[in-house]
């Protein structure tokens, strides 16, 4: 019995991170005009596409750092699951608060404006056990460290949480529309850059020390180059998500995709840190 009622009481320690991870993720994006609007107007489709395709990427979080450590697919499922509830609830809650959510609204509008804000809170709540748990993280059966793979999943959830953040904002494409095509080069490149310094050359806690054996080079094309490839492909797809691509050039993607990618590469390089 004490043993079931340690276990209970774990287990509400974690759901109580989890809430604190959601709002610690999704505030600012709870606190953000374009948000509410997306959540009226976006097209459902890519709307539950969006959700679709988070789970997976939530089941592949909590394999490197969960809500609790894992053993089985489907414990990384059910987490999964939870943090997306835990973060749909945070949500809900505070955009009442905040009287984003009225009695009076479609129950479309109120369904788009809480699942919207349930993917940024859905990261916060998965990751907040290796975040803001207390107890050590190496010990856990489902705490292992990634392979190469693993790495490149790390690199593309990093970049589609903090390009999440940015794409719906006016500024984004204000910034795109403003620079040069020089600039937009140098951009990619500092985007590059930093993301292999964070990992590699400036040994933050965390980062990954580079083998004897392998050259300087191949690590930066295997892992920094591919990272970036990576990054930029997310980007791609958040502007569509956000039907920022809808109606514009080439060009005018091309450029909007670079500077998503910023903020992506830095969140690519913090989630190889992070996790």
Do not use: C
């Amino acid at each position: 019995m004490l043993s079931a009622f340690r276990a209970d009481a774990a287990f509400l320690k974690g759901l109580g991170r989890a809430f604190a991870g959601a709002l610690i993720f999704s505030l600012p994006m709870m606190m953000t005009m374009e948000m509410w609007w997306l959540g009226f107007y976006m097209d459902p489709l890519r709307l539950a596409l969006l959700l679709v395709l988070t789970f997976p990427v939530l089941v592949g979080l909590s394999r490197f750092g969960g809500m609790r450590p894992t053993a089985h697919l489907r414990d990384d499922m059910a987490d999964a699951l939870v943090v997306m509830l835990v973060a749909a609830i945070a949500a809900g809650v505070i955009l009442w608060m905040f009287g984003i959510l009225t009695p009076d609204m479609a129950p479309r509008e109120i369904i788009g404006k809480v699942a919207l804000q349930t993917v940024p809170g859905s990261f916060g709540a998965m990751l907040a056990r290796s975040q803001l748990g207390a107890e050590p993280e190496g010990g856990g059966p489902g705490r292992r460290g990634p392979s190469y793979w693993g790495e490149l999943f790390l690199m593309g959830a990093g970049a589609l949480f903090l390009s999440f953040n940015v794409a719906p904002t006016e500024e984004m494409v204000a910034i795109a529309y403003k620079m040069s095509a020089w600039q937009g080069v140098a951009l990619a490149l500092l985007s590059l850059g930093l993301m292999h310094a964070f990992v590699y050359a400036l040994n933050f806690r965390g980062g990954s020390r580079r083998p004897e054996a392998v050259p300087a080079s191949v690590i930066f094309l295997r892992f920094s180059v591919v990272g970036y490839a990576i990054v930029l492909l997310v980007s791609l797809f958040v502007l569509w998500i956000f039907s920022r691509t809808d109606n514009s050039g080439l060009q005018e993607i091309i450029s909007a995709a670079i500077v998503l990618s910023f903020p992506g590469a830095i969140g690519a390089a913090a989630a190889r840190l992070l996790l």
